[in-house]
């Protein structure tokens, strides 16, 4: 099924009608979402996110023929937490427009597979706003921040990841994703995750690997690549070709434990996101953080240091 122009507003109007307070978005002050999401911790599972996006051969397609990643790291990072932070930190105008604004940047994004991948035949047709794909990359972003999370502040209660996921249906809304492919429970959301980790659906295709090799190929890529390793399932680590030995894993180890030991020695206000230090000021009816800026280059500029030696 493809995502149509009216499938994506008859989902906007159900975002509009079940948000209590358009100032604070889709989700606002108190809500799981923001809880788990609003740490700078969450960008530890970027490489992690990216990978399992790329194991779809959709999505890996759409990227390959598409999209000027190659050319423009930095500026494909930005523009996706931008409109990604927008949906999940911004007022509900904003949510909105970047809802419409990646709609109608994935309605041109169309090819076909140039080779047979997994249960996929040579000349299989893709679609950006395809709903299986998009409800993969919707359940990318919210596994990972929650793996993310846990990896270095421990575990999250059942009860909170559930009310994460009940927040993420709005959120899978902004894609047009039908409430129906949404589950209603944290252990059913891992189970279709696990289902998708054996699935003949998620098939490594030769581009993704090339675009894998590219992402990791910075000054910074040995341990984005490590982290990233660490966080995917067995199957996917072999098919992307990563390795993970004795000398892989005990990187991990120590990525982490030098991770948790300087996320402890952090001011909590040098913890959150930006995006989320100026949706609670504007809640509050503040103004922007003028370090919020600041902060936002210093992180976008870690996707710098990675590409920084192509």
């Not at 989902?11 to 079940?18: E, F, I």
């Not at 913890?271 to 009816?285: K, T, W």
Request: hydrophobic letters at 50%; zero cysteines.
């Amino acid at each position: 099924m493809i995502v149509a122009r009216s499938d994506l507003e008859a989902a906007l109007a159900r975002v509009t009608a079940d948000v209590a307070d358009p100032v604070a978005g889709i989700h606002g002050p108190g809500s799981a979402a923001w809880r788990v999401q609003r740490d700078a911790i969450v960008f530890l599972g970027g490489g992690r996110a990216a990978l399992l996006q790329l194991a779809h051969p959709f999505v890996a397609y759409a990227i390959d023929q598409h999209s000027k990643t190659r050319d423009d790291v930095v500026g494909r990072f930005q523009r996706t937490f931008r409109n990604v932070f927008a949906m999940s930190f911004g007022d509900l105008d904003a949510a909105l427009k970047a809802s419409r604004r990646v709609f109608a940047i994935h309605s041109h994004i169309v090819g076909t597979f140039p080779v047979a991948v997994g249960p996929f035949p040579a000349g299989t047709p893709y679609h950006a706003n395809d709903v299986d794909a998009l409800r993969w990359v919707h359940a990318t972003l919210m596994h990972t921040a929650v793996q993310a999370r846990e990896l270095v502040l421990g575990p999250i209660a059942p009860a909170v990841k559930d009310a994460y996921l009940r927040d993420g249906l709005q959120f899978a809304r902004l894609f047009g994703i039908p409430d129906a492919l949404v589950p209603r429970s944290w252990a059913a959301f891992d189970r279709y995750v696990a289902e998708m980790f054996e699935s003949p659906v998620l098939t490594v295709a030769p581009a993704a690997r090339e675009m894998a090799r590219f992402l990791f190929g910075g000054r910074a890529g040995g341990f984005v690549r490590v982290i990233a390793t660490g966080m995917l399932p067995p199957r996917l680590r072999r098919e992307f070709g990563l390795p993970w030995g004795l000398a892989e894993r005990a990187a991990f180890t120590a990525a982490l434990a030098s991770i948790r030991a300087g996320w402890r020695a952090l001011p909590r206000r040098a913890r959150y996101l930006p995006a989320y230090v100026d949706a609670i000021r504007r809640v509050a009816g503040k103004a922007p953080s003028p370090m919020t800026k600041w902060v936002e280059g210093r992180l976008y500029g870690l996707a710098s240091l990675a590409a920084s030696s192509r």
